[in-house]
């Protein structure tokens, strides 16, 4: 980063915070009148802040555990733990992430779709003190364990008065996991680099990896984000996601399969880093890796539609300074198309995101022979470019970020916020990404043309304003957490990562990582406009070691379902001996990821 350019977005900084400063002073004082103005507002007392064993729900909620890791898909209870790896095959996977509602009646019976992000061996079974050694000491059984424990769960619930339960004997449920077969759609389809010798024609690909959040599309399926792909794969490689410290951080599942061993088969990694689609309502069905949205370490996959319009998916690199990315159908949803829309997913326009230091941006199109993406740079084709995303934005000149997580799109608005977990190890800052070191995260806010109700995302232009920069409104320096006014003592947050509106416009925002400020991880609603959009307002705690994930509501807005993942992940816990026992604190069951089902008592939308 140049002195000159860094001296800019200095400037920039200061006059974005005048600004907002300005815009806010006395946003307390503004509340009344936007509440009468029919704005909606947060409506519970937040939560101050505390770690602890257990989880916490604002006064006048309750949140009641919905499934279990290692419980069957109709809530049945696990067995003996440590579980093998066909037990665990039919049964609800570890690490909770993303959850996806889809209705079957409503808001009364439906499918949760829920991701399994990453086995985490050490807490898992027992012979290991921590995660590093987990991972370097798995045996081939504790492998094919880990294999069934990862990726997704489909199961059918069902509300009866103010709870939700599991159905038994549902046609729906299913598991999804590291070895189930998928195809592949899109430019990357079929190439060379994706050929292996499970699978010669690179078409059919066994097994989803890194399933962080994902997304939902209107004709009713499910996609998939694959994001941290590269550290189950050993062996040296020069493949752009190959996890970055082989030495001690892969793990060791080349010792149950050795397509995981890179040195013996190079072209499995580019098999992995893509969004999977799938069709909840049919089990028999295959899952679709569509290569068209490009292969990084994919966050989420946030789609936006209309009728006639061009389909947009955004989603985030969630990695240190890579980039935020869009990719934009080449046909227009018809929502009389139904499934066959599915076809916006195999064709259509990858872009990569510019963020200029005067609050605008662009849109930067990932096309084979445009710009500096030919041959001599090492994109012989289309698929080079979806394969090597990351390197192709980075010569098209995207703004690094302090990685990308969540992105959602406001259901009143044209904005977008793009939550920015943290980044430790940055060159440089630049306007949209303000700290030169980021422990504590922010959220941006982008703009697509053409106002609130006729937004055009897939145009290539943007706004952008920065919402919030997370941490202690007190902390030092360039760190100070700066919010849309006074967040009441101890109630801020950190390393935003999973976003989500509410049927009302409400930002909730979830967050990965504030052990490291001596806090428990939670989930936080903000208000749907104003000023006061920024002020986010403690809604839950996880227990210690947990981060929040995957929250979904229901249509009517009266349930929110949350993931609660790892819980007792600290320094020094183990299976044998976990910082906490939650959900069931019984001395013969490990620590257990959980989805929870939040109602407020007497009924009502979640948040009012
Ligand atoms: Fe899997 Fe970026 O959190
Ligand atoms: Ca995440
Ligand atoms: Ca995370």
Redesign the pocket.
Known sequence: MSEHFSTLSQRFLRRRTLLKTAGLAGAGALLPRLARAGTPLVGFAALPNALSDTHAVAAGYTARVLIRWGDGLDGSDAPRFPLDARQQETRFGCNN?FIAYTPLEGSRRGLLGVNHEYPVGHLMYPGFNSEKKARAGATAAQAALEMAAVGHSVLEIARRGDSWQPVADSAYARRIDANTPMGLSGPAAGHARMQTPDDPQGTRVRGTLGC??GGKTPWGTVLIAEENVGDYFTGASDNLLACDDPQDVYRGWARAQTRFDLAAQPNELNRFGWVVEYDPVDPASAPVKHTALGRFEH?GATVVYREGAPLVVYSGD?SENQFVYRYVSEGVYEPDRGARNSELLRRGTLYCARFADDGSGRWLPLVHGSGPLHEKNGFASQADVVIDARRAAALLGATPMDRP??IAVSPRSARACIALTKNKDKAGANGANPRRRNAAGHILEITAPGGAAAARHWEDTFTWDLLLQAGDPDGPGEGRGVYGGAVPAGAWLANP??LVFDPRGRLWIAT?GMQDFGAADGLWCAPATGGSRALPHRFLRCPRGAEL?GPEFTPDGQTLFVAIQHPAKEAGSHFDRPSTRWPDFDEHLPPRSAVLAITRDGGGLIGD
């Open positions: 992430d962080c959040s966050e969630d997580e969540g990562d999973n990965d994930c």
